[in-house]
Each structure stands twice: as structure tokens, then as C-alpha cells.
Nanobody, 123 residues
Framework: EEQLVESGGGLVQAGGSLRLSCAAS????????IGWFRQAPGKEREGISCISSSAGATYYADSVKGRFTISSDNAKNTVYLQMNSLKPEDTAVYFCAADDEYWGLRVDEYDYWGQGTQVTVSS
């Protein structure tokens, strides 16, 4: 019943931009923290950004700070990740996840996950 669907991935050149969307359904969006994570081939999944609307808090991993911006539209049950100044090392499958508690970027603590969307950044 609880579902998250990512969209907006694709192929871009280094220095370009993408905006990812995470649409949630089946739960009260306002009460959940939403995180963005990514996983490159052969590497562990890492947290890159999260948002808690109730707490008015956002957090970014150092690797994306200043380049990525997370935002939410609670009326649409959607969280966005605006990605600017993309680098080849940003290439990964990007996932959004939700939990009814705020866990920051702790991957193993999130209960609900989307299917992922591929982001590829060429040199």
C-alpha cells in the first residue's frame, strides 16, 4: 500500500542538471521523513539528502552539498531533488525512501523504498 515512485533520471553531460521526483502514496506524507540515496555499481548504497517537513530540517552529504537541493510539495505528496553541476562520479541508481521517524542518512533505518531511477553523467 505504501509506495514511492522515482522519476526524472537520464543521461546528461558533466556540468548539466536534472531534477528527480519522488511521488508518495498510501501514507500520510506530512508525517514522514524522505531521503534520497544512490548506489553505483559495486558500491554500497549511500545517503545523499533528506528532508523532514514537520521538523523543517534538511541534510546533505558533503559530496553533494552546494550542488543538490531537496524540496517538498506536501500538497502533491512529492519530494524533489534538484541536481546541478553534475559530475561523472554522480552516476548511480537514485532511490527515494520514507520513514515515520527521522533517521537522517542512515540507509538501514528507512522502511519504504522506491524502485530507483538511473542517472548517468558523461565526461
Amino acid at each position: 500500500e505504501e509506495q514511492l515512485v522515482e522519476s526524472g533520471g537520464g543521461l546528461v553531460q558533466a556540468g548539466g542538471s536534472l531534477r528527480l521526483s519522488c511521488a508518495a502514496s498510501g501514507f500520510t506524507f506530512d508525517d514522514y521523513a524522505i531521503g534520497w540515496f544512490r548506489q553505483a555499481p559495486g558500491k554500497e548504497r549511500e545517503g545523499i539528502s533528506c528532508i523532514s517537513s514537520s521538523a523543517g530540517a534538511t541534510y546533505y552529504a558533503d559530496s553533494v552539498k552546494g550542488r543538490f537541493t531537496i524540496s517538498s510539495d506536501n500538497a502533491k505528496n512529492t519530494v524533489y531533488l534538484q541536481m546541478n553541476s553534475l559530475k561523472p562520479e554522480d552516476t548511480a541508481v537514485y532511490f527515494c525512501a520514507a520513514d515515520d521517524e527521522y533517521w537522517g542518512l542512515r540507509v538501514d533505518e528507512y522502511d519504504y523504498w522506491g524502485q530507483g531511477t538511473q542517472v548517468t553523467v558523461s565526461s
